[in-house]
């Protein structure tokens, strides 16, 4: 890792430390913000490593909690067992959207749109289909809390749980990100004729990139399920996901290991704070927030958090990182 | 007679929704962006006409022809203040801008009006119409008419007007047309403000034919992306079959298809003309 890495890692750790000294509403914010960290990294590895960019992440979140949420309901599977399933599911039809627009030859912006229509189509589908409780939703039965049931008493142990996803999901980024794979991702995103050209195979990198961040996303559905012990289409399938990682992700930093999770550190807590101090006087606060920051983030440093600290000590911390001490 | 119902019902909603999306396809052909504040920016005129007519009593018909000239200028100005700094850059990155622009509306809204649903209603409210025998909404009738219209007019000036001559061509190729003279920050700066200029015309008699909430901003930018894809993102004739497409598909599958599994079918047709069309996803592919 670099230095800036190491820099990232260190406030990270002491930030997750805190809301321990805060209480359980900053218990509960906390464990969001790491199932959204773990989420955005997730999206990161497919839309900033490999270019195969997203809009509909909602479709992997929804189908892991659905999986996961929908037979533990109706036949008292065990969530892990559900996490699983939920898991490969996702990445197959991560899987299948990648090898459409693989065989159609659908690249760039109009693939991000071809997984916006394949998510709205899931979000509408889910709200009529009965037996997945149609637009009333899910209410999932309470069970002994523990690890088994993935349902925990109290915040803490839900944070922890939160962090060991974030950690799964930082992982497998940085996995990716330093071994020959995450070279191939890079080299497709930046040109892909050439990357053909020198023998790399864009239909394994887009394939792969969409199953590794479908199936990472559907795990942070199910996790997010057992905590909310509600399913409705909206909050899983509807695009809030989705525009909140791509947002973190590209205030945090595209295309580097940290900066989806220091993007989702920062703005998240901060949306939840205005959501709580202002929410009853004024709605909406929290959506001004959101919605100003990423105008002027765009606007001032395209790059993101990480990407211009990275050029400010003199390391581009958004391509090529990383490389040097592996 | 069900069938018949349909149809008319269908065709007055894609007419509709192709005034609504011409501006998008203008913007995504001239400039290459998807305008994601498309529908925040029509629930702005739309919530403009409510206010008109609250607090001036001024109906939504006649304050059109001011709120349209008022879009036309915050479509400009928005052109000159986000969007031509960043024109050279990545496409995701205008994309996320005018997304959060989509929020900001959302915000405002939402602070300025609540989130209950509102209706603006103009003189031809609560009236009935018979089409071939199908009862249907006279507003929605009148809407329909402003569409036909809108788009005639649209067509006509992109075919003969000199805006519509140096937008084809910059549309064709920008670097031809900026060596031939034509100032293409300029036919770009316009495009924006028609595109939406437009909204502001249709905008205020839509008030009382879509229900008015603070988030619906972001559900009609994606319908109108639905439906510059689906007509293939770069003529006016392409965004009308694609409106009558959506607005059948749409309208036809509520009454035919059990549940409200006929809200599906919108999306299914983008997929399968994402699928089979490579024309239309060259279209996009294309886009800088």
Partial sequence: ?326 | MLLVAGLVQGIVLGVILALVTSGMTLIYRVTGIINFAHGGLMAVAMYLAYDVKRYANVDPLVASLAIAPLMAMVGWALFHAVIRPIRRQHHLLAIQILLGLSFVIEAILLMRYGADMRTAENVFSGHFVSVLGVGIELTRVVAFVISVLGLTALGIALKWSDWGRRLRATAADELAAYLVGISVIRVEAWTWGVGVGILGLVGPVLADVFKMTPDMGLRYAIVALVVVIIGGGRTMAGTIVGGLLVGLSETLGLLYLPGSYGGLMPYALLAVVLLVNPRAMLAMVRGR
Wanted: net charge positive; hydrophobic share 55%.
């Fill in chain 1, 1 to 326: 890792m670099t230095r800036v890495e190491y820099a990232a890692a260190g406030v990270i750790l002491v930030g997750s430390l805190l809301p321990f000294w805060l209480g359980h509403y900053w218990l509960d914010v906390a464990f969001l913000a790491a199932v959204y960290a773990g989420i955005a990294s997730a999206w990161n590895v497919a839309g900033g490593f490999s270019g195969t960019s997203s809009f509909g992440h909602g479709l992997f979140f929804g189908i892991g909690a659905y999986t996961s949420g929908a037979l533990f309901f109706h036949f008292r599977v065990s969530p892990w067992l559900g996490l699983g399933l939920g898991a490969v599911l996702a990445a197959a039809v991560g899987v299948i959207i990648a090898w459409c627009g693989v065989r159609y030859r659908i690249r760039g912006l109009s693939f991000a749109v071809l997984t916006l229509a394949f998510a709205e189509i899931a979000w509408l589908f889910v709200g009529t289909f009965d037996p997945l409780g149609a637009s009333r939703g899910i209410s999932l039965p309470p069970a002994t809390p523990g690890l088994a049931s993935l349902q925990f008493q109290s915040g803490w142990s839900f944070f922890l749980a939160g962090l060991v996803f974030l950690a799964l999901c930082q992982a497998v980024a940085w996995r990716v990100h330093v071994t020959p794979l995450g070279f191939r991702y890079r080299a497709v995103r930046e040109n892909e004729t050439a990357a053909q050209a020198m023998g790399i195979d864009p239909v394994f990198v887009r394939l792969s990139a969409m199953a590794l961040t479908a199936a990472l996303t559907a795990i942070g559905g199910s996790i997010y399920a057992q905590y909310l012990l509600f399913l409705d289409p909206r909050t899983f399938f509807g695009p809030d996901v989705t525009i909140k990682v791509i947002l973190f992700t590209l205030v945090g930093g595209m295309g580097s290991v940290w900066g989806p999770v220091v993007g989702t550190a920062l703005l998240y807590p901060a949306g939840e704070w205005l959501r709580a101090a202002f929410g009853g006087r004024v709605p909406g606060l929290d959506i001004l927030f959101y919605g100003s920051l990423v105008i002027v983030c765009c606007l001032t440093f395209p790059a993101g958090i990480v990407g211009t600290i990275g050029r400010l000590v003199g390391r581009d911390g958004t391509a090529r990182a990383s490389t040097e001490d592996t």
